[in-house]
């Protein structure tokens, strides 16, 4: 947020974000495996339960929550057991078949229609237990509406979907850190819209801290639009004014408030580049240089846990 940096804080910020980073990997390698079984068709045809299995696939690979083993790995594991994949659906045959896959988790499922509308029913079912942890259900009326439908699915069933969160409670990433040039926070979702962000900064000469409020205006997969809210208790230590070809030095007080436009690029659902820009008004008493409106550019990272 302020161009310059203490000295002795250059070696705070690389050592966060390391830190961050070997936090993402923990996370990555934490990841359950799992597989979807080709979902049985009730009055649909074969191929149509099967494209609805691969869309769904595929959307859950982009949730980043699990490792999803390829269709074609799987046909080949299976194949090789002798193992008979038609008609399984029940929670029994999804255990055997994920001991067999060597996965912690199995989505089994159906694909029906009735009176013209199509309904997706999953199962999402844990492997050592055979106990069906979630059970989810979508309807669409056309078949180029499979990738809205599955998209909804996988939200559901792995993913940060609305009804997951009303069922489970919260069970969505809440809180989080965030590290930039040069500060750090604790962020708290109150919302998928809303979070609130605690900030301390310091550079060469001013030191802050103090609250932001960010509002997520538009999200899809990859980035989330926000615009952000911010006010801070400051201190500036430097050059006050040339008094007479002399550099006056002093330390004040004082606020500062700006509103920001900008996005998160997401590497994971946890993990994001921060940038934004914006006005910022700083007001540190009379005759001080420091004073007025100035245009800032903030960059970071965010960790959710």
Not at 19 to 27: E, F, P
Not at 117 to 145: F, L, P, Q
Not at 198 to 221: C, E, H
Request: aromatic share 10%; charged share 20%.
């Amino acid at each position: 947020m302020f161009r310059p940096m203490i000295r002795g804080k250059r070696i705070l910020l690389p050592f966060l974000f390391v830190s961050l980073l070997s936090c993402l990997l923990a996370a990555q390698e934490n990841k359950p495996n799992l597989a979807v079984m080709d979902f049985s068709g009730k009055n649909v045809s074969a191929i149509d339960a099967s494209v609805f299995s691969d869309i769904l696939r595929t959307e859950i690979v982009n949730q980043n929550t699990v490792n999803v083993v390829d269709k074609a790995n799987m046909d080949k594991i299976l194949s090789e057991a002798a193992f008979q994949q038609t008609g399984c659906t029940s929670s029994e045959c999804a255990a055997q078949v994920g001991k067999i896959l060597n996965v912690q988790k199995m989505i089994v499922g159906s694909l029906s229609k009735i009176e013209g509308t199509y309904c997706a029913n999953a199962n999402y079912v844990d492997v050592e237990t055979g106990k069906i942890e979630r059970s989810e259900t979508v309807t669409c009326d056309k078949v180029k509406e499979f990738y809205t439908a599955a998209n909804d699915l996988a939200k559901r069933l792995v993913g940060e979907g609305e009804d997951r969160r009303a069922k489970h409670g919260m069970n969505w990433d809440w809180l989080g850190v965030g590290v930039g040039n040069p500060y750090v926070s604790l962020i708290f979702n109150v919302s998928k819209k809303l979070s609130i962000e605690p900030r301390y900064a310091a550079g060469d000469t001013i030191t802050a801290g103090g609250l932001r409020i960010n509002y997520t205006f538009k999200s899809d997969r990859k980035i989330d639009l926000y615009t952000a809210l911010e006010y801070y208790s400051i201190t500036f230590n430097g050059l006050d004014r040339i008094d007479n070809g002399v550099e006056i030095y002093k330390s004040t007080s004082g606020q500062m408030a700006g509103i920001y436009f900008g996005g998160i690029y997401k590497f994971s659902r946890k993990f994001g580049f921060c940038l934004d820009i914006g006005p910022s008004y700083i007001v540190l008493g009379q005759n001080t240089q420091v004073s007025g409106i100035e245009f800032v550019v903030n960059t970071g990272f965010k960790f959710m846990f």
